[in-house]
Every structure is written in structure tokens, then in C-alpha cells.
């Protein structure tokens, strides 16, 4: 069965940065387009990037020019480059098989002073 296993999350400053992981198994990891998504305390799902099989990426507009989402098809693994984060990305972070909608287990990044 489809497995989703997220890393990479913390406690960071303001400023700061991280590059979360998502390892991928039980399907073929290279055709499938995969997605990062979030969810704020109080707050629903928010999607944030995508990465086609291809490599081909699309940002929602609030992370666009500051987030990268890239792709190791050799690893089965998906990554999300997060510069400069702040207070606003605290979040528990998903990585998303899209075609069946599968989510890891997160992990949570939390920017604080």
C-alpha cells in the first residue's frame, strides 16, 4: 500500500530555514505527481506546491518565489526547500500522493523567537 513517511521539521527562528523529506513506497513512485500541503493550528489543509513525474511544479501564490519543491525519482523522495521561514509557517507539513490522496503522518515545523 501507498506509505508517505515526512522529516525534516523543527523548531526554527524567525529567518530561518528548513528542507522537509518525504520517502515514498508501495507504488511507482516516478510516474505520480506529489504534493506538499499544511495545516495552522485552527486552520484546514492548505496545499502549497506540486511536482509532476516529469518535474514540472506549481505553486499556490503564497509560497511561490520562496519555497522549492523538487524530486528524487532514484530515492522515492520528495522534498520542500523552505527559506526564510516566519511565524506564519508554523504548520504540521504533508506530503500528498495526489492520485489517491494519500497523506504521510506529517511533520511539524514550528518558528518561534
Known amino acids: 500500500q501507498v506509505q508517505l513517511v515526512e522529516s525534516g521539521g523543527g523548531l526554527v527562528r524567525p529567518g530561518g530555514s528548513l528542507r522537509l523529506s518525504c520517502e515514498a513506497s508501495?507504488?511507482?513512485?516516478?510516474?505520480?505527481?506529489m504534493s506538499w500541503v499544511r495545516q495552522s493550528p485552527g486552520k484546514g489543509l492548505e496545499w502549497l506546491a506540486t511536482?509532476?513525474?516529469?518535474?514540472?511544479?506549481n505553486y499556490d501564490h503564497s509560497v511561490r518565489g520562496r519555497f522549492i519543491i523538487s524530486r528524487d525519482n532514484a530515492k522515492n523522495t520528495v522534498y520542500l526547500q523552505m527559506p526564510n521561514l516566519n511565524v506564519g509557517d508554523t504548520a504540521v507539513y504533508y506530503c500528498q500522493m495526489n492520485q489517491m490522496g494519500t497523506r504521510g503522518q506529517g511533520t511539524q515545523v514550528t518558528v518561534s523567537s
Open positions: 508501495g507504488f511507482v513512485f516516478r510516474v505520480h505527481s
Open positions: 511536482i509532476t513525474g516529469d518535474g514540472t511544479t
